[in-house]
């Protein structure tokens, strides 16, 4: 049962995290002031400008601009940055490392890996004598692994200072109807719901086993509980359908476009714009 | 008084197998509070999802101010606007209904669907949020409330949408006392100020201190019989038969024993 353990613990840690980033949502900090619609706008801005450039100073500027905004939106840094290199090493400098060979990359060898005998020529392609890491490579790699980095940076800077449902609601900026957002939102919400269902299930469950049991019951057991879950849902989402009809639901949502924008939005809006657009013509 | 909600010879039952309702024949009047009371299983949601429309019965008719309410007339945009703002229902379990992102998103829902613009509902929130208690809450998610707060959260969404005619499924079920004590005190106001006010429970104490109209359910899902609250509250062989009170064990200083024992109506040593 060790696998159900974990997925379990899993579920719960997931859930923790939620809590997590309610808490920081709610800090006294520079983007948690902000309205939602302008931090969306930013970060698509952000994302946009992430991948036009193509030179290596620009995004270390973004990367340290960005490393500001989460110090001034008081976000703790290791845990913050801990998730951002994760996923910069493994989706970036992992998958663009093979692209640092001169086999993909043409450029100056700085660093020689291997040498054969003689270069060899299959269809389109071609491995040289001599195998290295090269400049260009390099910088290639570099520029890659930036915009990975500079790219969860940006949508960590904005999920650690928004809740989740703000953040949802703010895509009305961008004309998104009303019913696809209150679907997100729902499914968001009974993820969570469900999950704290489904951990109380498998602790009943764990607490009536007793002694060694065979992989069969076990499979018996796991399949007979996602069944009941699934039936579960089922209720959970007819009762909620009727709770929607009973306030007034017609089959079109009308959701609330949250305050307006402030004087600070607006001037936040400006600084983070004139940034953006320093960085494009560097 | 006029009647706001009439029930005739109303039956329903589950997947056309498990009954739910048989028979029922129950008329309120505006203004009036009423208890529906009846043990687990004997139909009291049930009776007050029909009672709000959000099921209808298989045999009989549900007359909402004398006209026969139908799937087909709350097909009527204009019709069920007016049935929706007028007849509030808060469920049992109010994860159920509590579907929208924050607290404030809660309330503005039913105000919104109504077609309130952004302003009037703005300033009906504030007013629920302050008549519930709940201005600190305004901005939390839903899923992230205690039970008690989620009730009040629940009950004021509803009232949000200023209904005339409330329908409560066991709204103390699970409460602590400071949260039982708010609600009671809140339903003797709605009650104060002309609401029509229907709750289903078991819960006896409730009732007692309310002192409504009572209606009984029997486990074979018939209305047993309905009366002012003494009258049936009286009735020990009425409570009995619908398994509402029973014999059960408890302490006496040292001396633990069992007889009929209804915690506060009576607490009968003759047997």
Redesign the interface.
């Given at each position: 049962m060790t696998f159900i353990d974990t997925s379990i613990t899993k579920i719960a840690e997931i859930v923790k995290t939620n809590y997590v980033q309610w808490e920081t949502a709610r800090k006294n900090g520079l983007f948690q002031k902000l309205d939602p619609r302008l931090k969306a706008v930013f970060m698509l801005g952000c994302v946009a400008v992430i991948s036009v450039k193509k030179e290596l100073p620009a995004e270390l500027a973004i990367s340290g601009f960005i490393f500001i905004l989460i110090l001034l939106s008081r976000l703790n840094l290791i845990r913050i940055y801990k998730r951002i290199l994760f996923f910069g090493f493994f989706f970036g400098f992992l998958i663009a490392l093979p692209s640092a060979l001169n086999v993909i990359t043409q450029g100056d060898i700085i660093f020689r890996v291997a040498a054969l005998s003689r270069p060899y020529h299959f269809w389109i392609y071609t491995i040289p004598a001599e195998i290295g890491i090269t400049r260009e490579g390099c910088y290639g790699v570099g520029i890659l692994s930036l915009r990975v980095v500079n790219s969860v940076s940006v949508v960590l800077l904005i999920l650690n200072t928004t809740h989740f449902f703000e953040l949802v609601r703010s895509f009305k900026i961008l004309r998104i109807p009303d019913t696809f957002l209150m679907i997100i939102i729902l499914t968001y919400k009974y993820v969570f719901i469900l999950s704290k269902t489904i951990e109380d299930i498998y602790l009943a469950m764990k607490s009536r086993l007793v002694g060694s049991i065979r992989n069969s019951e076990i499979r018996e057991i796991v399949s007979g509980r996602i069944f009941y879950v699934f039936k579960l849902s089922r209720m959970r989402y007819e009762e909620t359908y009727k709770a929607m009809l009973a306030r007034g639901f017609t089959g079109e949502i009308s959701l609330n476009a949250g305050r307006g924008f402030a004087g600070r939005d607006i001037v936040a809006g400006i600084a983070l714009a004139g940034v953006l657009i320093i960085i494009i013509i560097l | 008084m006029k009647n706001i909600i009439e029930l005739k010879n109303v039956s329903y039952s589950y997947y056309d197998i498990v009954p739910a309702l048989s028979g029922i024949d129950l008329a309120i009047s505006e203004g009036e509070t009423l208890a529906v009371i009846g043990s687990n299983g004997s139909g009291k949601s049930t009776l007050l999802?029909i009672m709000?429309a959000?099921?209808h019965p298989q045999s009989g008719s549900l007359y909402y101010r004398g006209e026969r309410v139908t799937e087909k007339k709350l097909r009527e945009?204009q019709y069920?606007?007016m049935f929706?703002?007028s007849?509030?229902?808060i469920?049992q379990?109010s994860?159920?209904?509590l579907?929208?992102?924050?607290v404030?998103?809660e309330i503005?829902?039913?105000p919104?669907?109504?077609g309130l613009d952004?302003s009037s509902?703005a300033a009906r929130v504030s007013d629920i949020l302050a008549l519930m208690n709940i201005e600190y809450l305004a901005e939390r998610?839903?899923?992230?409330l205690s039970g008690g707060e989620k009730k009040r959260v629940a009950i004021g969404?509803?009232l949000a949408?200023n209904p005339e005619l409330l329908l409560l499924d066991e709204p103390m079920s699970g409460l602590d006392p400071k949260t039982v004590s708010f609600l009671t005190d809140l339903i003797f106001s709605l009650a104060e100020s002309d609401k029509t006010i229907v709750i289903a429970t078991h819960d006896l104490e409730l009732v007692d201190h309310l002192q409504p109209r009572i209606a009984v359910l029997s486990e074979d899902h018939r209305l047993e019989k309905t009366g002012a609250a003494p009258e049936i509250l009286g009735d020990k062989e009425l409570l009995i038969r619908v398994n509402l009170i029973h014999e059960h064990k408890h302490r006496h200083g040292k001396r633990v024993h069992s007889h009929l024992h209804s915690h506060f109506l009576f607490h009968d040593h003759k047997r």
């Amino acid at each position: 049962m060790t696998f159900i353990d974990t997925s379990i613990t899993k579920i719960a840690e997931i859930v923790k995290t939620n809590y997590v980033q309610w808490e920081t949502a709610r800090k006294n900090g520079l983007f948690q002031k902000l309205d939602p619609r302008l931090k969306a706008v930013f970060m698509l801005g952000c994302v946009a400008v992430i991948s036009v450039k193509k030179e290596l100073p620009a995004e270390l500027a973004i990367s340290g601009f960005i490393f500001i905004l989460i110090l001034l939106s008081r976000l703790n840094l290791i845990r913050i940055y801990k998730r951002i290199l994760f996923f910069g090493f493994f989706f970036g400098f992992l998958i663009a490392l093979p692209s640092a060979l001169n086999v993909i990359t043409q450029g100056d060898i700085i660093f020689r890996v291997a040498a054969l005998s003689r270069p060899y020529h299959f269809w389109i392609y071609t491995i040289p004598a001599e195998i290295g890491i090269t400049r260009e490579g390099c910088y290639g790699v570099g520029i890659l692994s930036l915009r990975v980095v500079n790219s969860v940076s940006v949508v960590l800077l904005i999920l650690n200072t928004t809740h989740f449902f703000e953040l949802v609601r703010s895509f009305k900026i961008l004309r998104i109807p009303d019913t696809f957002l209150m679907i997100i939102i729902l499914t968001y919400k009974y993820v969570f719901i469900l999950s704290k269902t489904i951990e109380d299930i498998y602790l009943a469950m764990k607490s009536r086993l007793v002694g060694s049991i065979r992989n069969s019951e076990i499979r018996e057991i796991v399949s007979g509980r996602i069944f009941y879950v699934f039936k579960l849902s089922r209720m959970r989402y007819e009762e909620t359908y009727k709770a929607m009809l009973a306030r007034g639901f017609t089959g079109e949502i009308s959701l609330n476009a949250g305050r307006g924008f402030a004087g600070r939005d607006i001037v936040a809006g400006i600084a983070l714009a004139g940034v953006l657009i320093i960085i494009i013509i560097l | 008084m006029k009647n706001i909600i009439e029930l005739k010879n109303v039956s329903y039952s589950y997947y056309d197998i498990v009954p739910a309702l048989s028979g029922i024949d129950l008329a309120i009047s505006e203004g009036e509070t009423l208890a529906v009371i009846g043990s687990n299983g004997s139909g009291k949601s049930t009776l007050l999802q029909i009672m709000s429309a959000l099921i209808h019965p298989q045999s009989g008719s549900l007359y909402y101010r004398g006209e026969r309410v139908t799937e087909k007339k709350l097909r009527e945009r204009q019709y069920q606007r007016m049935f929706r703002s007028s007849v509030g229902y808060i469920f049992q379990n109010s994860d159920v209904q509590l579907f929208c992102p924050t607290v404030y998103d809660e309330i503005a829902f039913g105000p919104l669907q109504l077609g309130l613009d952004e302003s009037s509902t703005a300033a009906r929130v504030s007013d629920i949020l302050a008549l519930m208690n709940i201005e600190y809450l305004a901005e939390r998610p839903t899923h992230m409330l205690s039970g008690g707060e989620k009730k009040r959260v629940a009950i004021g969404s509803v009232l949000a949408m200023n209904p005339e005619l409330l329908l409560l499924d066991e709204p103390m079920s699970g409460l602590d006392p400071k949260t039982v004590s708010f609600l009671t005190d809140l339903i003797f106001s709605l009650a104060e100020s002309d609401k029509t006010i229907v709750i289903a429970t078991h819960d006896l104490e409730l009732v007692d201190h309310l002192q409504p109209r009572i209606a009984v359910l029997s486990e074979d899902h018939r209305l047993e019989k309905t009366g002012a609250a003494p009258e049936i509250l009286g009735d020990k062989e009425l409570l009995i038969r619908v398994n509402l009170i029973h014999e059960h064990k408890h302490r006496h200083g040292k001396r633990v024993h069992s007889h009929l024992h209804s915690h506060f109506l009576f607490h009968d040593h003759k047997r």
